[in-house]
């Protein structure tokens, strides 16, 4: 009896359109599997980085703060009837002097108040008025050095009274433009020193103290000049005003090595 054998089945044999479907689905496949790939690692780049960038640009403590505030504000009513009036000073109530009083007064009680305010005011200093060096700066370092204020009528006299004494052009001669001491022949090692000199002996001898007086009053010239004339300044007594000078006084700067 023949024996049969079974062949295997050969698998049957693919066309060449058949086998150009395959190449393109895997091809299209291993382009998907690239695609999703790159675009995971993308986001995972991306989303690292602005996690890194969340670390930089963290808010400050002032960014902190500002944002507290915004969230927690709040708001104060005060009525205006209990913001205490200005009032005057107790120097001005008490003297009258000082400037014109202002009057303020809460807008919702309608009673006015009066308020002063206090003036200022500047006064060159003794090294300020030295580096002018004029005869006009030594007077009004007399009248600093002594407490007096430089008014007009102190400054003229004290100008005046320079000039009889030693005149002007040379007014500070033996840096003693007052001619004080030694008979009026003493000398000083410099301006300052005899400014000084002057202003301590007007408030330490008795026959002065008009001078001293009308000084501090600063408000009179003619007063001022009595009380020189009548004082024992001068043995002659300026004639007793006959052989004193009103015109104005030059103004003349001194040698910087005078002072």
Known sequence: MPISR???????????EQRRGRRRQTHHLKRWELALGG??????VALGAALFAGQLVAPTGTQKLSAYVAAHAQKLD???????????SAAATATGSGPSAITSAPASTGVEQSL?????????????????GTNYDWAKIVLLSGGWP????NVTVMTRWMRQENGVDDWWNRNNPLNMGDGGFASYP????????????????????????????GDDASRTESAIWNSNWAGGHYAYGAHWHYTPVDQIKAPASAW
Do not use: C, E, W
């Open 39 to 44: 675009a995971f690692g993308i986001g995972a």
């Open 6 to 16: 079974r062949l295997p089945t050969l698998p049957a044999r693919r066309t060449r």
């Open 116 to 132: 002063t305010r206090d003036t200022y005011g500047a006064t060159a200093g003794i090294q300020t008025l030295a580096a002018g």
């Open 150 to 153: 430089q008014t007009d009528a």
């Open 78 to 88: 005060v009525d205006a009837a209990d913001v205490p009036a200005p009032v005057a």
């Open 190 to 217: 410099s301006l300052l020193v005899s400014a000084q000199g002057v202003a301590k002996l007007i408030h330490s001898n008795p026959g002065m103290s008009g001078i001293d007086a009308a000084l501090a009053a």
